[in-house]
């Protein structure tokens, strides 16, 4: 029984979107409205409070980073701290935010929104496309997570948080969506599946909220790989250091009433493990 070391004190709200850039994890309290950078090899641990909520951060072509603020996608500059708007999203829908993002290997970026409240499906999947957001065409859900796109380009997982489904669509060149299929779907009480990401070898990682545990499929639907953890709420999964084999996985204390999280003291906080597969190089939004 493979078991996450606790790595970092952070105690997140709802830590989300760990990414590995460079020689360094970046993560979101998305909740907590903060960017977060770890250095692992000396320690260090930074943090940027942001203007809104906070969902994602990856890198940008030009130099920085985009982020995922509630209203929608912000150039953000960490040597001066500055968040500058890309665009807004779902003006008409006051609720939502943005929730979850990637970025395939020819730069574009992908990302999801979600009710905030969990309440309506009004949580869409959307490609920038260098000027604007462009409605992949995916169905509508609750909550949005993921995407994440396999090594070849071709597959896309998107994931149905509220109807606990992993959904897999085929991608064309172009960022046309084909037409989804369901690729797992997890059972009653096995939690929600959280954020997704593709290692080298087309594997699908998934974080449990509420399951204790981040899983590996293969890309037939196979589980070929369980972590378990002393949290419930595990969100998301990135791979990097050095060999691009060190998983980290950030975790959340929402929804922990004061029993649980007096069970839980490591709530919210980062984890990580050793995998035998590597993680895709991180690629800058174009």
């Not at 150039?75 to 990637?102: G, K």
């Not at 545990?213 to 972590?227: M, N």
Request: charged letters at 20%.
């Amino acid at each position: 029984m493979m078991q996450a070391e606790h790595a970092l004190t952070i105690g997140a709200m709802l830590g989300e979107g760990p990414i590995w850039i460079g020689d360094a994890l970046w993560f979101v309290d998305i909740k907590g409205q903060r960017v977060y950078r770890h250095h692992p090899a000396t320690g260090a641990l930074d943090q940027w409070d942001a203007p809104e909520m906070v969902g994602w951060i990856v890198p940008a072509g030009l130099g920085g980073f985009v982020v995922g603020l509630k209203s929608g996608p912000h150039r953000f500059d960490p040597d001066t701290a500055t968040f500058r708007r890309m665009t807004t999203i779902d003006a008409h829908l006051p609720a939502n935010r943005l929730n979850d993002a990637t970025v395939d290997s020819t730069g574009r970026l992908w990302f999801g929104t979600m009710d905030n409240n969990e309440l309506a499906v009004s949580g869409r999947l959307y490609r920038w496309d260098g000027t604007a957001a462009v409605d992949s065409g995916a169905d509508a859900v609750t909550i949005a997570n993921g995407p994440a796109i396999d090594p070849s380009g071709t597959r896309l997982y998107h994931v149905d948080t509220s109807g606990k489904r992993v959904i897999v669509h085929p991608l064309a060149t172009d960022g046309t969506l084909g037409a989804g299929e369901e690729f797992l779907r997890l059972g009653e009480d096995e939690g929600w599946p959280d954020g997704v990401i593709c290692d080298a070898e087309g594997g699908v990682w998934l974080g449990l909220f509420g399951g204790w545990q981040a899983r590996r499929y293969a890309p037939d639907g196979t589980l070929t790989d369980t972590i378990h953890f002393p949290v419930a709420n595990v969100t998301k999964i990135a791979l990097g250091g050095p060999d691009g084999r060190t998983a980290w996985a950030t975790t959340a204390r929402q929804g922990l009433d004061a029993a649980a999280l007096a069970a839980q003291p490591l709530a919210g906080d980062v984890f990580t493990f050793r995998v035998a597969i590597p993680g895709q190089p991180t690629v800058a939004m174009g």
